[in-house]
């Protein structure tokens, strides 16, 4: 946030320091929730240390709603983008290191957060990284089959095809 501004002489009460655009624009890009930079310009022109903190529990709830699978984690504190975390770097490995997914805006990317399943709760989860890994392999959308990974496994498929019917 920004620095707090100074109090009056003679005064020694703290003044909380106000939120910034910036400041409002990290936290909804640290909780993946979409919102433009002119909402935000709005919202933070007339901003106080109260309308501050209201915004900020406003971006978690938001975002304990558009991913209900990761409610708790959000809830406690802890921002989307760190839940993601480890579904970005497994695709980095299966489709290269300047791939960057969109969490937000692109279903195929999202289905990590809400299409796994979780037997004991009988309720949606976010996917395992197995999961996520096949998901990856298997949508057409991510285009693995092109990547040196994906060109590898399709390679090391058909040897193994060619061994299997070079033996009869």
Do not use: C
């Not at 109090?7 to 624009?25: F, S």
């Not at 978690?60 to 802890?78: D, E, F, V």
């Not at 791939?99 to 809400?114: C, M, Q």
């Not at 990547?147 to 060619?162: D, H, Y």
Request: aromatic share 8%; glycine share 6%; net charge negative.
């Amino acid at each position: 946030m920004a620095e707090p501004t100074k109090a009056p002489a003679g005064e020694t009460k703290a003044v909380e320091p106000l939120m910034t655009t910036g400041d409002m624009r990290k936290l909804v890009d640290d909780y993946h929730v979409p919102m433009t930079d002119s909402s935000l310009k709005d919202m933070g022109s007339e901003m106080t240390p109260e309308k501050g903190k209201s915004f900020e529990e406003f971006i978690k709830t938001t975002a304990q709603g558009l991913y209900p699978t990761l409610a708790p984690q959000i809830k406690s504190g802890i921002p989307t983008k760190h839940l993601v975390e480890p579904y970005r770097q497994v695709a980095k490995q299966m489709l290269g290191d300047d791939h960057e997914l969109d969490f937000i805006g692109d279903p195929k990317a999202s289905a990590a957060l809400t299409d796994g399943f979780d037997p004991a709760t009988q309720r949606p989860a976010p996917m395992s990284l197995n999961q996520w890994k096949s998901h990856i392999q298997s949508h057409p959308g991510f285009n693995w089959e092109s990547t040196p990974n994906g060109q590898q496994w399709n390679q090391n498929v058909a040897q193994s095809i060619n061994q299997m019917f070079s033996k009869e």
